[in-house]
T-cell receptor, first 114, second 109 residues
C-alpha cells in the first residue's frame, strides 16, 4: 500500500460528459502529480500541484483541469469526454517535489468512455 | 529531463540475478537516476534512485557508471513477483516524471 488513495477505481461514462477523479496523497506529502496511461501513449505526465499551487504542466488537454485543496487532496476534472480519453489515470504524491525524492503512486482510476 | 534508452524486454529465470541496463548519454550533472516498476494492473512503484554512487536498498541495487552515461538496476534474486515493466528515468527538477517505454521483464519459473 503506497498510502495514496484514488477514487473511484472504475468509472464508465458517455461521450460529452464530465467526471471528477479524486486523489488523497500520503500524509504530509505536499506535491501531487496526475498521469494518464493509455495503451498507445504510455504513461504521460499531466499536471503537478505543490501545496495548493499549480507547479508544472505536462501534456494536459484544455478540457482537463485540476486543483489541490487546503487539506492537500486533489481532483482532476475531465470534461467534454471523448472515446480517446479512455485510460488509466494515476495520482502520485511526494514529500517536497525535489528531484531526489521518490513519488508514490495510487492504484489508479480506470475511465471508460462509451 | 534527458532521454534514456532501455531494451524493450528481457527474460530471466527465477532465483537468478537480473541486470537491467539503461543508457543516458545526455545526462546532466544534476540529474538523478530513478527506477520505477509497474506490475500488471497496478500503479508504478518506486524502486531506487541515485546520483553518482552505487546505491542499495531492500528491493534492488543501482550501479552507476563512472561517467554516469549508463546505469544498471540489479535484482539480486528474481522472483515471479518481479515480473513487471521497469522504467529508468532521469530527474533534474521537481516536475513530473517522464516515463519512456521501459523494459518488460519476464521471469521464467
Amino acid at each position: 500500500d503506497s498510502g495514496v488513495t484514488q477514487t473511484p477505481k472504475h468509472l464508465i461514462t458517455a461521450t460529452g460528459q464530465r467526471v471528477t477523479l479524486r486523489c488523497s496523497p500520503r500524509s504530509g506529502d505536499l506535491s501531487v502529480y496526475w498521469y494518464q496511461q493509455s495503451l498507445d501513449q504510455g504513461l504521460q505526465f499531466l499536471i503537478q500541484y505543490y501545496n495548493g499551487e499549480e507547479r508544472a504542466k505536462g501534456n494536459i488537454l484544455e478540457r482537463f483541469s485540476a486543483q489541490q485543496f487546503p487539506d492537500l487532496h486533489s481532483e482532476l476534472n475531465l470534461s467534454s469526454l471523448e472515446l480517446g480519453d479512455s485510460a488509466l489515470y494515476f495520482c502520485a504524491s511526494s514529500a517536497q517535489g525535489y528531484p531526489n525524492t521518490e513519488a508514490f503512486f495510487g492504484q489508479g482510476t480506470r475511465l471508460t468512455v462509451v | 529531463d534527458a532521454k534514456t534508452t532501455q531494451p524493450n524486454s528481457m527474460e530471466s529465470n527465477e532465483e537468478e540475478p537480473v541486470h537491467l541496463p539503461c543508457n543516458h548519454s545526455t545526462i546532466s550533472g544534476t540529474d538523478y537516476i530513478h527506477w520505477y516498476r509497474q506490475l500488471p494492473s497496478q500503479g508504478p512503484e518506486y524502486v531506487i534512485h541515485g546520483l553518482t554512487s552505487n546505491v542499495n536498498n531492500r528491493m534492488a541495487s543501482l550501479a552507476i557508471a563512472e561517467d554516469r552515461k549508463s546505469s544498471t538496476l540489479i535484482l539480486h534474486r528474481a522472483t515471479l513477483r518481479d515480473a513487471a515493466v521497469y522504467y529508468c528515468i532521469l530527474r533534474g527538477g521537481a516536475d513530473g516524471l517522464t516515463f519512456g517505454k521501459g523494459t518488460h521483464l519476464i521471469i521464467q519459473p
